[in-house]
């Protein structure tokens, strides 16, 4: 009876730890879904930002190119699908192996990039230097 008891434990904490394991993964999608429909309508409001900035920098003709806005908006948004994404592939990879721990060490790095850039780009006001945005968008690509 101890055996069995034992067994039904281990049973039970297996089936928790694919529980965990799918929970994390599917709550990485999600998130990565949510950021995404909430950056989108940052396109409309890049374009604002361009002339805005445009308007301001009329004597300045090295300033007039304010399409990085646009560019660096249009990256972050593939960032996050290609995130998005990821979470389902990771989750079939086996664990222990070394092109999942190369897998997670990429989608890390790709992770902690997007979310520089969206707070950058993300802003009423931009704030980060025009060549910090093209530098962190490039990083994206």
């Known amino acids: 009876a101890v055996v069995s008891t034992q067994s039904g434990h281990y049973g039970r904490d297996r089936k928790a730890g694919k529980f965990q394991r799918f929970m994390h993964y599917y709550t990485r999608y999600h998130n990565h879904e949510m950021s995404h429909r909430l950056e989108e309508p940052l396109l409309s409001t890049a374009k604002m930002k361009m002339i805005a900035m445009a308007a301001v920098a009329e004597g300045d003709p090295g300033a007039l190119d304010t399409s990085f806005i646009e560019d660096s908006v249009k990256e972050l948004l593939k960032a ?27 989608q890390n790095e790709l992770e902690e990039v997007t979310e520089q850039l969206s707070q950058m780009v993300a802003r009423v006001y931009l704030r980060t230097p025009k060549a910090k945005i093209i530098e962190t968008a490039l990083l994206l690509q």
């Not at 995130?83 to 222990?96: F, M, N, V």
């Open 80 to 106: 996050r699908r290609v995130l998005r994404a990821s979470y389902p592939y990771g989750y079939y990879l086996q664990d222990g192996m070394h092109r999942k721990m190369l897998f997670e060490a990429m």
